[in-house]
């Protein structure tokens, strides 16, 4: 591998990375704090594993010579896949009536969505894993991927209603190539929260996988993919040729929100405020049991054979190679 594929797996604080050569696959793994919602960080870092993903096609005269195939997006936090945008820095910058740096926020998202929408204008395929609950821009952020693999148990939904506010980085224009205007828009309004049976019957989740197998399933999903991985590869193109994905679209609705957030009366923004303290208050709560737990999931993904290195450990530290002679030694949690 060169240079320009190691910087892909640079020293993330809030999302590890690692590679699987096996199945092709950079995954990367959500891991916010104190919050698993959209900071700046996460954004900034998504932002980077993108751009390090394209530098490293720019230098194959061939990309089809590329060994990176897929890009899968998943949660290291139990029971959470992402809660969605950062609540906690919209109260602030409403109040503030700071439009230029909440229009910065939004066109980040954006531009993230944007660019896993089009598989990053490259022959990969973006593949979201959501186990847990995917709100707001979170369930946003796994629509954007060319495919969506969530277990049984998994919930998603736009809250946002609840604040009197809408999903503007994206939901609208993802959701309503799926499922059409008239049950976007009522998906949208009521706030509903939807379980991943549910909307894999209205097409909008790709691959039901069952609880504790998400993993598992999205590599099995990887194998089969790979079989017939030019045909796969030419029908992505299609669909965004036959009904495209189009940035200006996603920027001109997120200029929408950022007017309708700053219209928000103080009643809205004390709503906010108190779906930011329940969310600290039920990671508190979790907060001993979870970081064992977190260890433990992310163990378990490197157990298999197919590990491949470098990758990033549960502590963000860069492994370049195997550093315990007994690897079953982990198992011990599981």
């Given at each position: ?7 892909i ?15 092709q696959?950079?995954w ?17 870092e ?14 194959f005269?061939?990309v ?85 693999i ?10 946002e ?6 999903p ?35 097409g909008?989740v ?15 999903f ?11 590869q ?16 996603l ?13 928000l ?23 001993s ?46």
């Amino acid at each position: 591998m060169n240079r320009e594929f190691y910087k892909i797996f640079k020293n993330y604080q809030e999302i590890a990375v690692r590679y699987d050569d096996k199945c092709q696959a950079i995954w990367c793994y959500y891991n916010p704090s104190p919050r698993p919602c959209f900071s700046l960080m996460v954004l900034e870092e998504a932002r980077q594993i993108q751009q390090s993903i394209i530098d490293f096609f720019d230098t194959f005269d061939d990309v089809e010579e590329s060994p990176i195939r897929y890009l899968v997006t998943a949660s290291q936090v139990p029971g959470v896949f992402n809660l969605g945008g950062d609540l906690g820095l919209f109260v602030k910058l409403i109040r503030e009536k700071n439009r230029s740096l909440l229009l910065d926020y939004a066109k980040q998202c954006v531009e993230i969505c944007y660019l896993n929408a089009v598989n990053l204008n490259l022959p990969i395929t973006t593949i979201a894993l959501v186990e847990g609950m995917a709100l707001g821009g979170g369930f946003e952020s796994a629509l954007a991927n060319s495919v969506l693999i969530a277990t049984d148990d998994a919930e998603m939904g736009f809250p946002e209603i609840r604040f009197n506010l809408f999903p503007g980085m994206g939901a609208y224009s993802l959701l309503a190539r799926i499922v059409g205007i008239t049950t976007t828009e009522s998906m949208i309004s009521t706030g509903k929260i939807y379980g991943a049976r549910e909307l894999y019957d209205k097409g909008v989740v790709t691959y039901l996988a069952e609880s504790g197998q998400g993993y598992e399933s999205v590599s099995n999903f990887i194998r089969q993919h790979l079989r017939a991985n030019n045909g796969r590869q030419a029908l992505q193109q299609v669909r965004q040729r036959y009904h495209p994905v189009d940035y200006q679209e996603l920027e001109d609705i997120t200029c929408i929100w950022v007017d309708a957030a700053l219209r928000l009366k103080d009643k809205d923004l004390r709503m906010m405020e108190r779906i930011v303290n329940a969310q600290m208050a039920k990671i508190e709560q979790q907060k001993s049991g979870a970081e064992a737990l977190l260890r433990t999931v992310q163990d378990r993904r490197f157990v298999s054979e197919d590990i491949s290195f470098p990758l990033t450990d549960w502590a963000g530290d860069v492994v370049v190679r195997e550093r315990r002679e007994n690897r079953d030694r982990r198992l011990f949690n599981s």
